[in-house]
């Protein structure tokens, strides 16, 4: 990979750091012998990266332990690409060495005692100078479902209130108006501060960024301080890399710590919900959206339909606001109020939000969550939606929420996840076969997983609900139509699993699927779509 195709976003004007002061700041040691140079005066450096595909001229190059190799390993293909200079540890710095030998290109190294991702986030912070000029409101939030939706709720009232929004989400970056594709949910640190300094270039003030669990155990947040960091709910997902539920927790928990935030708010519904106020580190204001649950902010949902959902958010000292979103589901309207509260406890007044916006009418738009690909210009026509949702917690969330506003049956499609966490793949059959009518069981990312005991664990999960009409149908093209076959008048199809996404892992090969697209394509077929 070129840099020209590089990976990562960065500042189009970087200021260089002179790699002296990072050495005496970091207390890194020189190490002398790489392809003949063991000084760093005069060498400087603009950029930061984990990846040796993404150095680009300039770059300081961090060779990282990895779970197959390390990262010095790459130095010489760093060093072609321009790298002025790899930061590793004892183990990487012989590495790259080694790497170098018989190099034409002079590359100094520098090493650290600790492990280089520990200290990555606050190199590449002082790199891109976001350690002391980025004075942006900067706002996180964590929790298993809804991240996604919570930052372009949050991006969307930024806007309303007069600020020009940045966000980082699993499905994109948006810089302003500039939109990049994401590649993590939550980038790595080098990258993180990066793209922070392109928006302080563009003037962005006012940012939102999702913070997973990986994000804070892998320190791909270190160096950025929040002003607001939220969690709005937490179930079962990423056990094949956490173990157990606790230790899962304990990586949500961690970024109510003074060294990543000021403040937080915290959804108290659920015990967790109610173990991070507790616990907490920081001071943490609480929403509550069932009735008789002690907190802050109570919020309460005064009309819900298929085209969105209507609430009253109460607050302290008189705060209130009366609003709207245009997606179903009382879990949009709780995604709204946490995103209203982490501006006001940033010190954005929620009258100044809403004087931003028509009549209380928060007009976000998702890519992948929720989204509907019918017109549903006409009540006598199914409708189809496509959501990224793929837990118990997102299928129950999704599941309730139609059961309350769909007019008929609800057909709902899925797959899960091979070589992931295969523990919570029967939960998410029984979820399904509980609260729909007809599951649909099709493939999503088997990877390297025989698909058909993937589906086989779904179907016993399904059916051992003994309510809904259960088929099997792994491809997921055919499964689109038969759905759709299926569907009469009021009928709604719920498709979960790929979201926004554009490809299938099947057997190490990425096929290009686009779930919307083929769904598009298919209710056109039907002439439901034109």
Not at 137 to 158: D, H, P, Q, R, W
Request: with cysteine; glycine share 10%; charged share 20%.
């Amino acid at each position: 990979m070129s840099s020209g195709d590089a990976l990562s976003i960065r500042p189009k004007a970087p200021t260089p750091v002179p790699l002296a002061s990072l050495a005496e700041r970091f207390s890194l040691e020189v190490h002398g012998g790489a392809s003949g140079s063991s000084g760093i005066d005069g060498v400087s450096t603009t950029g930061v990266t984990l990846d040796s595909r993404d150095v680009r001229p300039g770059d300081l190059y961090l060779g990282v332990p990895g779970a197959l190799r390390h990262g010095a390993e790459f130095a010489r293909q760093a060093a072609e690409l321009g790298a002025a200079a790899v930061l590793t540890d004892a183990e990487g710095a012989e590495l790259a060495v080694a790497a170098l030998t018989n190099s034409e290109i002079a590359l100094p190294i520098v090493v650290t005692s600790l492990h280089p991702r520990h200290i990555a986030g606050e190199v590449a912070a002082v790199v891109y100078g976001t350690d002391e000029r980025f004075d942006a409101k900067t706002f996180g939030i964590t929790g298993t479902n809804g991240k996604t939706s919570v930052v372009y709720m949050l991006a969307e009232l930024l806007s309303a209130a007069g600020f020009t929004p940045g966000l980082s989400s699993t499905a994109e970056r948006r810089i302003g108006d500039e939109v990049i594709t994401s590649n993590l949910t939550s980038p790595e640190a080098p990258e993180l501060h990066g793209l922070l300094a392109r928006m302080r270039e563009a003037g962005v003030d006012g940012v939102a960024l999702e913070v997973s669990a990986h994000a804070v155990e892998r320190h791909r947040i270190d160096g950025v301080h929040f002003d607001v960091v939220a969690f709005n709910n937490f179930s079962q997902d990423h056990l094949d890399d956490f173990g157990d539920m606790e230790t899962y927790f304990a990586a949500k928990l961690a970024l109510f710590a003074p060294e990543h935030a000021e403040r937080g708010v915290v959804v108290v519904d659920s015990p967790y919900g109610q173990r991070i106020a507790r616990e907490s580190q920081i001071p943490v204001t609480r929403l509550a959206t069932e009735f008789g649950q002690e907190a802050d902010w109570h919020l309460a949902i005064t009309r819900q339909t298929l085209d969105g959902v209507s609430f009253v958010l109460q607050g302290p000292a008189g705060e209130h606001f009366r609003g709207r979103v245009p997606v179903f589901g009382r879990f949009m309207a709780e995604n709204a109020a946490l995103a209203l509260i982490m501006l006001h406890e940033a010190g954005i007044p929620i009258a100044q939000v809403e004087a931003g916006l028509d009549g209380g009418l928060i007009p976000v738009y998702i890519p992948g969550r929720l989204e509907e690909m019918t017109d549903h210009s006409s009540d006598n026509k199914p409708r189809f939606y496509v959501d990224y949702g793929h837990t118990p917690g997102a299928f129950e969330a999704m599941l309730e929420a139609l059961g309350e506003v769909a007019p008929t049956r609800v057909i709902f499609m899925f797959g899960a996840d091979g070589d992931r966490d295969t523990t919570k793949r029967e939960e998410m059959g029984r979820i399904a076969g509980s609260l729909a009518d007809t599951v649909i069981i099709c493939d999503y990312h088997p990877r390297s997983e025989p698909p058909e005991q993937i589906r086989a664990q779904l179907l016993a999960g399904a059916r051992s609900a003994n309510h809904a009409t259960v088929i099997e149908e792994g491809d997921p093209r055919r499964a689109v139509r038969l759905a759709i076959s299926l569907a009469g008048p009021g009928d709604v199809i719920l498709y979960a699993g790929p979201g926004h996404e554009d490809y299938q892992e099947v057997a190490g090969q990425m096929i290009p699927y686009s779930a919307r697209d083929e769904v598009r394509g298919a209710l056109r077929e039907a002439g439901l779509l034109t």
